[in-house]
């Protein structure tokens, strides 16, 4: 079964800081790595959707890379904001599921 | 729809009732799945339809819990007999075609406490 793995759990950073948070993932044969955040008591918005035939995936602030060989992702988030603060899931795709890491939880301080 | 409209937001059960949450999927979305979040985890994978035809259940935890999409747009998942155990967001998503190269939209969720 595949298992992904998200560190650090939490993160606080004061604001105008880049940062980088990290997934892996077990099982290489994924189709796809998505990004997502949550919000207190929300859905997940989707952020980033990298193919698996791809390296990267960029969007504004928003940088993501997958290297499958490693089993690796990172999401670069470039100048952070407040209002960048929620929690920040990665999800390895295979087979129609998606497989869930338990998120890093990010605090960016005014 | 514009989005992934799931209802109730929130629903309150006590131990032993069943429940019945509704997914509406986007309008035109083929493949719809629905996910289990328990507080302070990742979601997980329940169950997934293409249409109105249910391909994969694995993910369903016991026979409480059934899914149905019978004309291929809106779902419900039922869960019956409720547990204390049960409580968790129950997450929806629909894709256009639920192939690698599509992304995922999730709803809001329902926040399901059984108490």
């Known amino acids: 079964k595949q298992e992904v793995t998200q560190i650090p759990a939490a993160l606080s950073v004061p604001e105008g800081e880049n940062l980088v948070l990290n997934c892996s993932f077990t099982d290489s044969a994924i189709y796809n790595l998505q990004w997502f955040r949550q919000d207190p008591g929300k859905g997940l918005t989707s952020l980033l959707l990298?193919?698996?035939?791809?390296r990267e995936q960029t969007s504004g602030r928003l940088n993501a890379s997958l290297d499958k060989s490693s089993g690796r992702s990172t999401l670069y988030i470039a100048a952070s904001q407040p209002g960048d603060s929620a929690t920040y899931l990665c999800?390895?795709?295979?087979?129609?599921?998606?497989?869930f890491g338990t998120g890093t939880s990010l605090t960016v301080i005014p | 729809g514009a989005g992934v409209s799931q209802s109730p937001r929130y629903k309150v059960a006590k131990r032993g009732q069943d429940v019945a949450l509704r997914c509406d999927p986007i309008s035109g979305h083929v493949s719809l799945f629905w996910y289990q979040q328990a507080l302070g985890q990742g979601p997980e994978f329940l169950t997934y339809f293409q249409n109105e035809a249910q391909l994969d259940k694995s993910g369903l935890p016991s026979d409480r819990f059934f899914a149905e999409r019978p004309e291929g747009s809106v779902s419900t998942l039922k869960i019956q007999r409720t547990q204390q155990e049960d409580s968790a967001v129950y997450l929806c998503?629909?894709?256009?075609?639920?192939?690698?190269?599509?992304?995922?939209?999730f709803g809001s969720g329902t926040r399901l406490t059984v108490v």
């Open positions: 999800a390895a795709e295979r087979s129609n599921q998606f497989y």
């Open positions: 990298i193919q698996s035939s791809q």
């Open positions: 998503a629909s894709s256009l075609n639920g192939g690698p190269h599509y992304g995922y939209t």
